[in-house]
């Protein structure tokens, strides 16, 4: 019996690089760099480092929430242009694998590559050498047909990071207060399926407080710097594309409208901000 698999019931991830053949061309012929950011990216998103901070420091996101392990059973693997991710049935464990997946979307999304992915949930044996169990299954088998943000009815395979409804359903009715509102913040649900959405964090936010100086100049100019930024996002994201694929394209669409929107909040706060630098103007008094 010495040999008998593990298995736990966990939270699971499997998230895919989209493109990754057209970059591997695009490398061979004329040494283009994207490429090797990108491994650099999925292979510092699957270092053993991240179970480790856990380990020594525990949880940094949501660290008063519910845990099982210090580590949240955290285990994180990459296989090519792929990852997958894997924590305890918890709300720091939970939070911390949809953080993970975040942040390496979002990394991806500034070299304008685009990734798909399914977050769910079952059991999983997930150790060094050993990666196995029907949540994985799940997980891999569903990324394919992810259909959040779709804009036909039949459309399929959208290039978002799908969360299975098991698991919304977990974030709505465990009431821990900070897993739900850092969740509010990285997801985005599009009237019936909920996937992971850093397009919303690529906004320029301000105060105006009657205890601090307001430099309006200064808000423009962070203003116009991430309006710089979500400009050239979109111009990788384009110069990327195979234009000859038109499954490819459509999906490019999706990061496209996606980055418009943030311009088009770029130029609202221009409104505001230029509204707030004009003089007032008093009407004479009859």
């Not at 285990?75 to 939970?94: F, K, N």
């Not at 390496?104 to 196995?132: K, S």
């Not at 169990?133 to 290039?159: L, Q």
């Amino acid at each position: 019996m010495g040999n008998a698999v593990q298995f736990q019931d966990k939270f699971v991830a499997f998230v895919d690089v989209l493109g990754f053949k057209q970059l591997v061309v695009k490398a061979e012929n004329n040494g283009d760099t994207t490429l090797g950011q990108v491994l650099a990216i999925l292979e510092e998103s699957g270092e053993r480092k991240h179970r480790e901070r856990l380990e020594k420091s525990g949880a940094r996101i949501c660290p008063e929430s519910h845990h099982v392990s210090r580590d949240l059973s955290f285990r994180v693997t990459q296989i090519s242009d792929s990852l997958i991710v894997s924590c305890e049935v918890s709300p720091a464990g939970l939070i911390q694998l949809i953080n993970h997946c975040w942040v390496l979307v979002m990394q991806l999304m500034r070299l304008g590559v685009m990734c798909r992915g399914y977050v769910t949930r079952g059991p999983i044996c997930h150790e060094d050498n050993r990666l196995v169990g029907t949540g994985y299954h799940r997980a891999y088998e569903n990324e394919a047909g992810v259909s959040a943000f779709k804009r036909t009815a039949e459309e399929r395979g959208t290039p978002f990071v799908e969360i299975d409804r098991n698991v919304t359903k977990y974030v709505a009715i465990h009431g821990d207060w900070c897993l739900g509102e850092m969740f509010k913040r990285m997801t985005k649900n599009d009237g019936e399926l909920t996937a992971l959405f850093p397009f919303q964090a690529l906004s320029h936010s301000f105060t105006i407080s009657a205890f601090a100086k307001f430099d309006a100049a200064q808000e423009q100019k962070s203003n116009n710097n991430v309006r710089k930024w979500l400009t050239d996002m979109k111009t990788s994201v384009e110069s990327l594309v195979d234009r000859s694929n038109p499954s490819a394209l459509q999906k490019a669409e999706h990061y496209l409208a996606a980055l418009d929107a943030q311009l088009l909040i770029c130029d609202k706060t221009d409104v505001f901000l230029n509204n707030l630098g004009r003089p007032l103007s008093f009407g004479k008094s009859s």
